[in-house]
């Protein structure tokens, strides 16, 4: 159910940086887990990054470890994923979803309620 609502991504070049968010006006984001999936054609949707409903902590794929930071901004009901030293293979459909009291771990899909509406991300000279 897509109820989340994305902003940001685009074009850059290899080593740039692209800023993601994720917010809503229905609900409040404070009682989520709100993870980061991407999606590059003909591969399964992979979890990317992740940050807690509850005590904000993070987790990061290995893939994206050091050059990608998720946090939340409670003001602003708004998840943010900042990402830095972009590759190429960063390349996909970048989706936030919203987990009910979920902790900082990559859950399958169907244990998200959430989905924002998918936003191209692509990293090419």
């Known amino acids: 159910q897509v109820q989340l609502v994305q902003s940001g991504g685009g074009l850059v070049q290899p080593g740039g940086s692209l800023k993601l968010s994720c917010t809503t006006p229905?609900?409040?984001?404070?009682?989520?887990?709100i993870a980061w999936f991407r999606e590059i054609p003909g591969k399964e949707r992979e979890g990317v990054s992740v940050?807690?409903?509850?005590?904000?902590?993070?987790y990061h794929a290995d893939f994206v470890k050091g050059r990608f930071t998720i946090s939340r901004d409670y003001d602003k009901n708004t998840v943010f994923l900042q990402m830095n030293s972009l590759k190429t293979e960063d390349t996909a459909i970048y989706y936030c979803?919203?987990?009910?009291?979920?902790?900082?771990?990559?859950?399958?899909?169907?244990?998200?309620?959430?989905w924002g509406q998918g936003t191209q991300v692509t990293v090419s000279s």
């Open positions: 979803a919203a987990q009910p009291w979920g902790i900082a771990t990559i859950r399958p899909l169907d244990e998200y309620d959430y």
């Open positions: 940050i807690s409903s509850s005590d904000g902590e993070t």
């Open positions: 229905r609900f409040r984001l404070d009682s989520y887990a």
